[in-house]
């Protein structure tokens, strides 16, 4: 890419020669179609490159950041960050700068959206329930990552992702669903369109039921949602660090059901093959038949906690921030989400959360309400919707050794409570989770 040479260049040219640097590119184009009232009403396109310049001399770090288009001189951008060093504090977390050896080239011409693409499958999605009406959005996604050091490293690498997000509304009720996968073309539009208004239209005119402990069948954004929060505060090595993290490497913590993996090398994978470091990603056991094999480490992590890096810094995040998933597989089961229904005596069957909120890191317990297709299950079949509840309940204990009944044979990439799709995830039926009240508490 000519934009990242002639920058590199430059730097190079200005950089002293007695620094540790590391330069980041990157360059996102983003698309997005928004629908409401069953009729598209909004179509924008965004471009942007954002440069992320990381410099390290006599124990001190700086980084400094920018747009690439409000860089007018190059030389002053660095000596920006050659003055910012004087000022910084000694860096005791600097793990150095990768080498050459863990370079990766990924870079390549990825085809753009049009807004007729985004329309076709947005209308694909509004055709499923044409008596109600349809909002949401269909958005589409090309990032471009280049990284570049003072050690020999340079990487660059390409992603793409496409989602489908909508709901259904009728007076007494909602269903939503969700897509997500490489390209447009690979998403279903028609099939998301036809669960979300089956949804909405089996749970109109929902019953308050009493809270408590119940089995539950939790839909594919609900185990998303639990997922996600698993990963931010759990095996993100710096809630380790900051002794929030209740994962403990080596014991058996969830049910032996449970295996999670990340696999930024699988064709499929939506994620970037290289961390914000540039170092190319492996695939990673996170969870093997319900113990805990590694936590989600940067360079700073691994240094601190004396680990092997994992190379699971996020771009644009900082370094500080922690390590992050994002190529993550919960695998799949044997069980159809039919047969999960027919083994509930008496459940809920859950299809989202949302408004969760951590009460204690240590414990993972989370509260939060269901939404957008709740129903009681009674005897193996679906018997009634129902409305909000409110879940005051461990994400550890809700997968603990027992609690899993079983583990759907699907997986689609699902939404959760942090936004788009970048887990793929199956159903779960669990044997207990609470239920604590009504909207209010």
């Given at each position: 890419?000519?934009?990242?040479?002639?920058?590199?260049?430059?730097?190079?040219?200005?950089?002293?020669?007695?620094?540790?640097?590391?330069?980041?590119?990157?360059?996102?184009?983003?698309?997005?179609t928004r629908f409401a009232n069953s009729q598209i009403h909004q179509n924008v396109d965004e471009e942007s490159a954002e440069i992320y310049l990381t410099i390290h001399k006599d124990s001190k770090t700086t980084t400094i950041s920018n747009n690439l288009t409000a860089i007018k001189d190059v030389g002053e951008f660095v000596n920006k960050a050659l003055v910012s060093l004087e000022d910084s504090p000694i860096d005791k977390g600097w793990s150095g700068l990768p080498d050459k050896s863990n370079s990766y080239e990924g870079f390549k011409d990825l085809e753009e959206s049009t807004p007729d693409d985004r329309a076709k499958v947005v209308k694909e999605f509004i055709e499923e329930g044409k008596s109600m009406n349809a909002a949401g959005y269909c958005s589409t996604y090309i990032n471009n990552y280049f990284v570049w050091n003072s050690n020999g490293l340079n990487s660059c690498d390409s992603s793409s992702s496409a989602f489908i997000d909508g709901i259904f509304r009728t007076d007494t009720s909602a269903g939503s669903s969700h897509r997500g996968g490489q390209?447009?073309?690979?998403?279903?539009?028609?099939?998301?369109?036809?669960?979300?208004?089956?949804?909405?239209?089996?749970?109109?005119?929902?019953?308050?039921?009493?809270?408590?402990?119940?089995?539950?069948?939790?839909?594919?954004?609900?185990?998303?949602?639990?997922?996600?929060?698993?990963?931010?505060?759990?095996?993100?090595?710096?809630?380790?660090?900051?002794?929030?993290?209740?994962?403990?490497?080596?014991?058996?913590?969830?049910?032996?059901?449970?295996?999670?993996?990340?696999?930024?090398?699988?064709?499929?994978?939506?994620?970037?093959?290289?961390?914000?470091?540039?170092?190319?990603?492996?695939?990673?056991?996170v969870v093997n038949n319900g113990v805990p094999q590694s936590y989600f480490h940067t360079r700073r992590t691994a240094n601190e906690l004396g680990m092997k890096n994992t190379f699971h810094e996020l771009f644009g995040w900082g370094e500080n921030f922690g390590g992050i998933g994002t190529n993550v597989k919960l695998l799949n089961g044997d069980k159809s989400f039919e047969d999960m229904i027919s083994d509930v005596k008496k459940g809920i069957y859950i299809n989202e959360f949302w408004y969760c909120r951590v009460l204690d890191p240590i414990t993972q317990v989370v509260t939060g309400l269901n939404r957008n297709g709740?129903?009681?299950?009674?005897?193996?079949?679906?018997?009634?919707?129902?409305?909000?509840?409110?879940?005051?309940?461990?994400f550890i204990s809700a997968l603990a050794n027992g609690n899993v009944e079983s583990v759907g044979n699907h997986s689609?990439?699902?939404?959760?409570?942090?936004?788009?799709?970048?887990?793929?995830?199956?159903?779960?039926?669990?044997?207990?989770?609470?239920?604590?009240?009504?909207?209010?508490?």
């Open positions: 890419m000519r934009i990242w040479d002639d920058l590199l260049d430059e730097v190079k040219k200005n950089l002293p020669d007695e620094i540790e640097c590391e330069l980041k590119l990157m360059h996102s184009k983003s698309a997005l390209t447009l073309a690979s998403l279903e539009g028609t099939a998301a369109g036809f669960e979300a208004a089956k949804l909405a239209t089996d749970s109109q005119n929902p019953v308050d039921i009493d809270p408590g402990n119940y089995e539950v069948v939790l839909g594919h954004e609900a185990v998303s949602t639990i997922l996600v929060f698993l990963g931010v505060y759990g095996f993100n090595a710096k809630s380790k660090i900051d002794g929030m993290s209740p994962i403990i490497i080596g014991e058996q913590q969830f049910d032996e059901k449970i295996s999670l993996v990340d696999t930024p090398e699988d064709q499929d994978s939506i994620g970037f093959k290289i961390d914000a470091s540039g170092s190319k990603k492996l695939n990673l056991d709740s129903f009681l299950v009674e005897n193996g079949k679906i018997t009634k919707p129902v409305g909000r509840l409110r879940f005051t309940q461990s689609r990439y699902a939404d959760s409570e942090f936004g788009e799709g970048i887990l793929s995830v199956p159903q779960l039926h669990l044997k207990e989770f609470n239920f604590t009240g009504g909207v209010s508490g």
